[in-house]
Structure formats: structure tokens, C-alpha cells
């Protein structure tokens, strides 16, 4: 054999393959199964049940697009999908004031801290994280006292001394959390089209040397109400067709979104964390489900519906009413000690069962196995948010799903 055939030879068994999609192959590689998402180990296990889940809803839920085909945005030798690694949390208040977005400040802390600092055990995952502050609601100060009070009830080792002050940790880990706030659906598929090029621009952030952990939404109605008026007003529509059917305007802004975070998603192998508040009250769960734990329906487009790996729904759990005899300077004087009860009740975590159909069978049983399939509680103090302590009272959900 001639040294040119010998050279062609051993140039057709030469593969070729993408930087990108060598290192993602070494990182899947090199990942744990187990591999906490959160480091908070209720919603691990959460996560976990549903880390190799690809819905199937995507077809059956999202509204198909009318007129010409769109051209899909979608990055050259990426995974035009999630990672199959990547989870898209929906944390839904059932009520105001659920304790949604506590839960999400807890989520955050434990992102942007670091696993340990001057030996002390943090369990922080040391990572980035882009915040969508969606309503412009989201309190700094707030994550700041928790993160603060996180770190304070850390245990120490016998030999370890606590520092006096943990402003310095804290202050060093909100540099990495990155917060933007559009003003719009427009506005926030704009922002999202830009996060890439910000995140790779290191000289415009600190956090080049970390990974992207998560991406939050904070409140995904505050765009909802202008929307919908939008494609009731849009010049497009079809003036023969009631509406919302005669519109597209909403789920091809949602669809536009999703797209960008299914690429961010994709480049990153980042998880999506987002909330929600419920626009109807709990439903009982079917009988043919055998799932003891109420739902809501989903008031957000399938584009989203589908996209979401879990919809975890939240409620503060129910103080007992005065009596129904008492007079009123009977209720005065009980005031403080019902406000006292009201501060102490604790808030309960639960999946959505809605959709639960088009799980695959070996997710439904490994959530059934969960205890409680898969429900837990947390409290909420000045400076913490404690997970898996709380008593919950179910008597007034119960009332709820009965409606």
C-alpha cells in the first residue's frame, strides 16, 4: 500500500466532532446521576424522579402555528432541546402571600454560595445566576438577610471559630447574581436574545470564573393581562373567530421565549427556576389517579406548560378561624395571639398532578414512593427559610379541592 493510500486510509477513520460537543460529552461523562440540582434534598429528590423525563406534551399541548412555517432558532451543532440533565421549575402560588418567592430566595442563596468558606460546610453549589425580575418586586435585602442567616446557622467544628460578621461572603456572592428587568414579553425575549453575549463578554461581570447555575423568572403573570389585551386588540385577528382562538400574538410571544431559554438551556446545561400564581382555585385531584394532593389548572401557554420538567404548587398552611360565637372584644384580645400563630404557621410544597397522564410510568411510581408523593414544608423566619420544618394542617386545602 502507497503511502498516499495508507494516509487516505487512515483519514476516513479520523472523527470529527465540535469543541462544544466534545466537552459536553466529558461533562455528562463525569456527572453523577445523583447530582444535586439544588442542594436542598426535598427538591433534589424531586428533580431527580424527573431527570431523565422528556415530556410529551410539547405536541399535544403547544398551539400549532398558523399561516407560513417560521423559521426555528436554533444555534448550529446545539441541542435545539433542553439538556437532559436541565430541569425547568415552576414554583405556583395557590393563594397571595404563599411563600412562593421565599422559597425562591432560599433556592438562590444556596446557588450563589460556595460549598465551603474558611472550612466551614456551606453546601452552596458556587454558582451564577441570572434573575428576570419580572414585576420589579424581588428584594435584594431580603436574599441578603437570608443568605445572612444561612450562614450563621451553619455548624462549626469544635476547633472552627464563627466570623464576626458574614457581610464580606455575602457581598462577594451577590456579585455573581446577575438582574435584569424588562418591562415587557417583548422585552424579556429581547433580554434573554442577549444573555449569551453578556455571559461570554467577561469584562462586563465578575463571574467568569463560575458556572451558570440557574436561570430565574420571578412572577411569569406580570406580563399575562397586557398580553392577552394585546392579541384582543392585535389588527391581525380574524374578526369571524370569538376570541382568545383567533389570535396567535400570545403563544407566539411564549414561544419565542421558551426557544431562548431552551438555547440558554442548551449552551449553559442550566436549570430554569420560575414562579407563578395560580389564577383558579385547587382541584381535587381524579380518583383514577390515586394522588391524595390537589392541582391547578394551568392558566399559562403550552409552549410553557410543556417545557416545564415540574410544577411544584405552594400554600401557607391554614391557621383556625375565630369561632363563630365570639364578640368582638373577644376577638381583640385574641388578636396577638392569632398574629403570633399566623407568623409561626409554616408554608407545604407539593407536585402539580396536572398532565400527570403523559409522565412516563416509571416517574409516576417513583414520585408515589416519595413520602407524601413528594410533599414537603417549610417555615419561614426573619433571616430563614427552613425546609422540612413545619406541621401542616390540610383541613382547609381539603375544603379547597372539593370546589
Known sequence: MSAEALG??????????????LLRSLQANESSPEQSDTNIEALDLLLNAFKTFQSTRLQQLEPQPTGPPQQTLQLPGRIPLRDKDASVVEICGAEPCSGKTQ?????ISLQLLPLEHHGIQLQGRGSAVVLLDLDSRFSILRLRDIMRGYICSCPLSPNQVADADPSDLVHESLQHLHVFRPQSSVSLFSTLSTIEAYLFNTASHLSANRCLGAIVLNN???????????????????????????????????????????????????????????????????????YPNSSLRPHLPGSWTSFVTVKLIVKRNSVRKFAS???????????????????????????DWEGSENWREDVRRAVKRMPGYGRFGFKVTADRVLIGEEEEDKEEEEQEGEN
Not at 8 to 21: F, K, S, Y
Not at 229 to 255: C, F, I, K, M
Request: glycine share 6%; with cysteine.
Open 8 to 21: 487516505a486510509q487512515l483519514l476516513r477513520e479520523v472523527e470529527e466532532e465540535r469543541l462544544d460537543d
Open 103 to 107: 422559597l425562591l430566595y432560599h433556592i
Open 220 to 290: 411569569l403573570n406580570a406580563f399575562l393581562w397586557q398580553d392577552r389585551l394585546d392579541e384582543a386588540e392585535d389588527p391581525n385577528r380574524d374578526p369571524t373567530v370569538p376570541y382568545p382562538q383567533s389570535s396567535g400574538l400570545l403563544s407566539h410571544r411564549w414561544r419565542q421565549i421558551v426557544t431562548s431559554l431552551r438555547q440558554l438551556q442548551a449552551i449553559f446545561s442550566c436549570n430554569v427556576f420560575a414562579t407563578s400564581s395560580a389564577l383558579g382555585s385547587l382541584v381535587r385531584a381524579s380518583r383514577s389517579t390515586g
Open 325 to 351: 360565637g365570639m364578640s368582638i372584644e373577644e376577638m381583640i384580645r385574641e388578636a396577638g395571639m392569632r398574629r403570633e400563630a399566623v407568623e409561626k404557621s409554616g408554608f407545604t410544597t407539593w407536585i
